[in-house]
């Protein structure tokens, strides 16, 4: 669920132009996931 959430939904599409911009993406959605980035559960 949460890489669902990372991949399609919170992970810009910029950062797929090299590996050094997915990586940063995707560590500062880590960093950020409870204060910036919350999944809704319903």
């Known amino acids: 669920m ?16 090299s590996f050094d911009s997915l990586q940063n993406g995707l ?6 996931i409870g204060d910036e980035y919350v999944i809704e559960c319903t």
Do not use: G
């Open 2 to 17: 949460l890489w669902r959430k990372i991949k399609y939904e919170w992970m810009p599409f910029s950062a797929y132009t």
């Open 27 to 32: 560590f500062n959605i880590l960093k950020n």
